[in-house]
């Protein structure tokens, strides 16, 4: 149980180009997603919590314009990094906490590596 | 700033020892506490929560919550090689708008030579 899936799980693109990465919670609804990004050999950083109907809430220093979330269901969440560049090269991960079952528990998707040429 | 702290290592012990991972936390009032593995390359995996105080039993893992002195631990016994990877520990912010989302620790990288 609790798993969590992401797609794809590897992109390359060029510069100037969109990037959309879905997630998706395959056997339970979950209430909140999460953005996270990770450079190497760094530490997770929140990028952004989404709620099911609602307006992503984005992390200081995050440009909600740059990152677009949108959850559309209590099993899909979705990022589009619009207009990519070499910098925004990093690990995407997404988690998503359960609508029951022990509380703040969060299961992580598999991740998604974007290279920005 | 509500932190978690953790010693980010490496840690190193031989196998079938006891790997003692420690954690500490700034928010007094956090209730949900967790451990998660991560190896190179990978998203992070939960392999233990703890709510309560005192010690929670999975398998080789025993995690260790001491609320008063905002202190967490995870002990992995008979470590095995495979158990080599970062441990990130985890606090459920009892913060305002950020309630209930996770606050990472910058992990300890452990690693078990054969």
């Known amino acids: 149980g609790a798993v969590v899936s992401q797609h794809p799980s590897r992109v390359i693109c060029k510069s100037g180009t969109s990037v959309k990465i879905e997630c998706r919670s395959l056997?339970?609804?979950?209430?909140?997603m999460f953005w996270y990004r990770q450079f190497p050999k760094q530490s997770l950083m929140l990028m952004a919590t989404?709620?099911?109907?609602?307006?992503?809430?984005?992390e200081q220093g995050v440009e909600k314009d740059k990152f677009l979330i949108n959850h559309a269901s209590l099993t899909l969440s979705t990022l589009t990094v619009t207009s990519a560049h070499p910098e925004d090269s990093s690990f995407y991960i997404c988690?998503?906490?359960?609508?029951?079952?022990?509380?703040?528990?969060?299961?992580f998707g598999p991740g998604t590596r974007l290279t920005v040429l | 700033q509500k932190e978690v702290e953790q010693n980010s290592g490496p840690l190193s012990v031989p196998e079938g020892a006891i790997a003692s991972l420690n954690c500490t936390y700034s928010d007094r009032g956090s209730q949900s506490f967790f451990w998660y593995r991560q190896y190179s390359g990978k998203s992070p995996e939960l392999i233990m929560s703890i709510y309560s105080n005192g010690d929670k039993e999975d398998g080789r893992f025993t995690a260790q919550l001491n609320k008063a002195s905002q202190y967490v631990s995870l002990l992995i016994r008979d470590s095995q090689p495979s158990d080599s990877a970062t441990y990130l520990c985890a606090v459920a912010s009892n913060y305002g708008g950020s309630q209930g989302n996770l606050i990472f620790g910058k992990g300890t990288k452990l690693s078990v030579k054969p």
């Open positions: 989404s709620n099911e109907g609602s307006k992503a809430t984005y």
């Open positions: 056997d339970f609804q979950a209430t909140t």
């Open positions: 988690s998503a906490r359960p609508i029951s079952g022990p509380y703040n528990e969060q299961f």
